[in-house]
């Protein structure tokens, strides 16, 4: 298609067009780094339903709104402050020797990319933090499988089965436990505390018949 399309002229912006475009991407930067600095503001300080409220009202505002078939002006914030609530509580061993103070901003990042929609966690931890930056995939991970789980049982799936993530480099106990079924009641929670993966548990569970 590039090629097809190669030097034809089909609109041409004049200077001063082009000018007021950049005014309104500046504009809209500066917009979207303010609202990130409210969500995670509200995150750091417990408000969860108000850090939701921040991303909806933001999305909503927008002429081409994130995400398919969602209609942000109708946003329910129930399964995302079910997530941000484990997010809050997760306590895993693998994470016992990182400092608390460490871990909170871990717990915030995991948040923010929930609600932001976004794999990377790093542009809301220090410099010292993003050493553990892994970390804060394993609690949004862990989060977001307790809440599915949940939604399972609630659905009236009965049997769930384990997934691994498919690479080659996972630990044993993640390739022991690669497609094996179990009844809804007595299935694992993720990740496993004893995963020894580098980049963290990357399980998940899956309905199974």
């Given at each position: 298609?590039?090629q097809?399309?190669?030097?034809n002229?089909?609109?041409?912006?004049?200077?001063?067009?082009q000018?007021?475009?950049?005014?309104?991407?500046e504009?809209?930067?500066?917009?979207?780094?303010?609202t990130?600095?409210?969500?995670?503001s509200?995150?750091r300080?417990?408000?969860?339903k108000?850090?939701?409220?921040?991303?909806?009202?933001?999305e909503?505002?927008k002429?081409?709104?994130?995400?398919v078939g969602?209609?942000?002006?109708?946003y329910n914030a129930?399964?995302?402050?079910e997530?941000l609530?484990?997010?809050?509580?997760?306590?895993?061993?693998?994470?016992r020797?990182?400092?608390?103070?460490?871990?909170?901003?871990?717990?915030?990042?995991a948040?923010?990319?929930?609600?932001?929609?976004?794999?990377n966690?790093?542009?809301w931890?220090?410099?010292?933090?993003?050493r553990f930056?892994?970390e804060?995939?394993?609690?949004?991970?862990?989060a977001i499988a307790?809440?599915?789980?949940?939604e399972?049982?609630?659905?009236?799936i009965?049997?769930?089965k384990?997934?691994?993530?498919?690479?080659?480099d996972?630990?044993?106990?993640?390739r022991?436990?690669?497609?094996?079924?179990?009844?809804i009641?007595?299935?694992?929670?993720?990740p496993?505390?004893?995963c020894?993966?580098?980049y963290?548990?990357?399980?998940?569970?899956?309905?199974a018949?």
């Open positions: 298609m590039s097809y399309f190669r030097g002229t089909y609109f041409t912006c004049t200077t001063k067009r000018l007021i475009v950049e005014k309104f991407v504009s809209e930067k500066h917009v979207m780094f303010k990130e600095r409210a969500t995670e509200a995150l300080t417990g408000r969860y108000d850090a939701c409220a921040i991303v909806a009202t933001f909503a505002s002429v081409f709104q994130r995400g969602i209609d942000w002006s109708k129930t399964r995302d402050l997530i609530n484990e997010i809050a509580t997760f306590r895993s061993k693998r994470h020797d990182i400092p608390e103070s460490v871990l909170f901003s871990l717990r915030v990042s948040g923010m990319m929930n609600l932001w929609d976004t794999s966690p790093a542009k931890l220090t410099e010292s933090e993003q930056v892994t804060a995939h394993v609690i949004w991970s862990a307790k809440v599915k789980l949940r399972m049982k609630r659905a009236g009965t049997k769930a384990v997934l691994s993530s498919g690479r080659d996972i630990c044993a106990v993640c022991k436990a690669d497609r094996k079924t179990y009844e009641a007595s299935a694992p929670e993720l496993r505390e004893n020894t993966c580098e963290g548990c990357g399980c998940l569970l899956v309905a018949q």
